[in-house]
């Protein structure tokens, strides 16, 4: 019983082999070459009846329809084209730049002492002049006083002395006093003279002594984090800072251009401040300013020149350190022939374009790209004003290959 259900089951198999071979030939073949030809000739015979339907004909196709629908042209390629046209174009390049702070000063203490006041907050805006810290002002307010009481007492002194010259030249007049002593007491007088301007400088060395213990802004900007708290000892050698203050109104962005356009950059500097702008990395537009410097040399190792533009920054859209790209316009071309940049393709060859004919065929049509950004390209060579470039679908094209246009996609 076992044995005969084995056998039917291995004769459905060969059936169902045998059928599947006679539906694919060139599968039978590859499998079975010495059947090959019996299934090529069951399969012309079996499904090349007259009525039947093929995989790709409809219901009641006849062969030869079916043949024509197989061996016809294949489909237009569906694209999107423009015509070449001439505009004016604004040339500008875009570079990398990183914003600085338009001045920055670390706050030192140029006295030694103890701090007794913080007198401002991290982070607040500061003004030029405003009281930063305050140190112990006593032993210098005590250096200036004593300055101040060696210069009277030699104040005195020459009076003095000035009243015994005035007494030894009338007495030498009457030859009661010899001219030695005449002579010294003058001498006495011009050193008195003397020890009372350097009374004064002393004075003055101790003013100045005294006022560095009051700690101003020497900018206008924005106070940073505190280095250094109340009560703590300073000295005017140590490398810490009280604090550091950054000017951020107007702020600069340092950035840099290709060695090539130097001479254009300078020639626009000669006539006034071109205009930059910046934007972040999402391209939103943070300021517009003007360039204000170039370098004064080339970096040979990148070939780039530095350039540094000034913006007002009220807004404090800018902040020191923030990276940016920025947008230097260095004029306008006019009447160039202009193409949207998704229009150029790279080859091995080069740039090239996709043209459309007069019969709807691509036609690949090499060209030269005098400036471009992230929208537009300019094309130096290459293409004629009106000729229709395709734009979208290009990448399932070939040379010869025939098209239609997409009129709804911006043809």
Same mark, same amino acid.
């Given at each position: 019983?076992?044995?005969?259900?084995?056998?039917?089951?291995?004769?459905?198999?060969?059936?169902?082999?045998?059928?599947y071979? &006679? #539906?694919? $030939?060139?599968?039978?073949?590859?499998?079975?070459?010495?059947?090959?030809?019996?299934?090529?000739?069951?399969?012309?015979?079996?499904?090349a009846?007259?009525?039947?339907?093929?995989?790709?004909?409809? $219901?009641g196709?006849?062969?030869?329809?079916?043949?024509?629908?197989?061996?016809?042209?294949?489909?237009p390629?569906?694209?999107?084209?423009?015509?070449?046209?001439?505009a004016?174009?604004?040339?500008?390049?875009?570079?990398?730049?990183?914003?600085?702070?338009?001045? &920055?000063?670390?706050? /030192?203490? =140029?006295?030694?002492?103890?701090?007794?006041?913080?007198?401002?907050?991290?982070?607040?805006?500061?003004?030029?002049?405003?009281?930063?810290a305050?140190?112990?002002?006593r032993?210098?307010q005590?250096?200036?006083?004593?300055?101040?009481?060696?210069?009277?007492?030699?104040?005195?002194?020459?009076?003095?002395?000035?009243?015994?010259?005035? /007494?030894?030249?009338?007495?030498?007049?009457? %030859?009661?006093?010899?001219?030695?002593?005449?002579?010294?007491?003058?001498?006495?007088?011009?050193?008195?003279?003397? &020890?009372?301007?350097?009374?004064?400088?002393?004075?003055?060395?101790?003013?100045?002594?005294?006022?560095?213990?009051?700690?101003?802004?020497?900018?206008?900007?924005?106070?940073g984090? =505190?280095?250094?708290?109340?009560?703590?000892?300073?000295?005017?050698?140590?490398?810490?800072?009280?604090?550091?203050?950054?000017?951020? =109104? $107007?702020?600069?962005?340092?950035?840099?251009?290709?060695?090539?356009?130097?001479?254009?950059?300078?020639?626009?500097?000669?006539?006034?401040?071109?205009?930059?702008?910046?934007?972040?990395?999402?391209?939103?537009?943070?300021?517009?300013?003007?360039?204000?410097?170039?370098?004064?040399?080339? %970096?040979v190792?990148?070939?780039?020149? /530095?350039?540094?533009?000034?913006?007002?920054?009220?807004?404090?859209?800018?902040?020191?350190?923030?990276?940016?790209?920025?947008?230097?316009?260095?004029?306008v071309?006019?009447?160039?022939?202009?193409?949207?940049?998704?229009?150029?393709?790279?080859g091995e060859?080069?740039?090239?374009? #996709?043209?459309?004919?007069?019969?709807?065929?691509?036609?690949? /049509?090499?060209?030269k790209?005098?400036h471009?950004?992230?929208?537009t390209?300019?094309?130096?060579?290459?293409?004629?004003?009106?000729? =229709?470039?395709?734009?979208?679908?290009?990448?399932?094209?070939?040379?010869?290959?025939?098209?239609a246009?997409?009129?709804?996609?911006?043809?």
């Open positions: 019983m076992g044995f005969g259900r084995l056998v039917g089951t291995a004769c459905l198999a060969l059936a169902a082999a045998a059928a071979g &006679t #539906y694919e $030939p060139d599968v039978a073949a590859r499998w079975a070459p010495a059947l090959g030809p019996l299934a090529h000739q069951l399969h012309a015979k079996l499904w009846t007259p009525g039947h339907t093929g995989a790709n004909s409809a $219901p196709q006849s062969e030869s329809a079916a043949g024509q629908g197989q061996s016809g042209a294949p489909a390629i569906l694209v999107s084209v423009t015509p070449a046209k001439r004016d174009f604004p040339v500008v390049l875009e570079g990398l730049g990183q914003v600085q702070a338009y001045n &920055t000063v670390l706050v /030192r203490a =140029r006295v030694d002492g103890q701090i007794e006041k913080i007198a401002f907050k991290e982070g607040q805006m500061v003004k030029e002049g405003d009281l930063l305050q140190i112990d002002p032993p210098f005590a250096t200036l006083d004593q300055a101040i009481a060696k210069k009277a007492q030699d104040e005195a002194n020459l009076a003095n002395a000035k009243l015994d010259l005035a /007494r030894y030249a009338t007495l030498a007049k009457q %030859d009661f006093a010899t001219r030695q002593q005449l002579d010294t007491q003058n001498a006495l007088v011009l050193q008195l003279t003397a &020890t009372i301007a350097a009374d004064a400088a002393a004075i003055d060395a101790a003013r100045v002594q005294l006022d560095y213990t009051t700690i101003r802004a020497p900018i206008s900007g924005r106070a984090f =505190r280095l250094i708290d109340e009560g703590n000892l300073v000295n005017a050698g140590q490398q810490t800072g009280i604090v550091s203050i950054a000017q951020l =109104r $107007p702020i600069a962005v340092v950035f840099t251009e290709p060695q090539e356009y130097v001479d254009q950059i300078n020639q626009l500097l000669a006539k006034g401040s071109p205009e930059v702008t910046v934007t972040n990395a999402d391209g939103v537009k943070l300021a517009t300013g003007k360039l204000t410097i170039s370098d004064n040399q080339v %970096d190792a990148t070939g780039t020149i /530095r350039l540094k533009a000034e913006f007002a920054n009220t807004d404090d859209a800018l902040w020191p350190g923030q990276a940016v790209t920025t947008e230097l316009t260095l004029g071309d006019k009447d160039v022939l202009v193409l949207p940049a998704e229009a150029i393709q790279h060859n080069g740039l090239f374009v #996709y043209v459309v004919d007069e019969q709807d065929r691509a036609e690949v /049509r090499p060209v790209v005098a471009q950004n992230a929208t390209a300019v094309i130096s060579e290459g293409l004629k004003k009106g000729e =229709r470039v395709v734009t979208k679908g290009g990448f399932l094209l070939e040379p010869g290959a025939q098209v246009t997409d009129s709804g996609r911006g043809s």
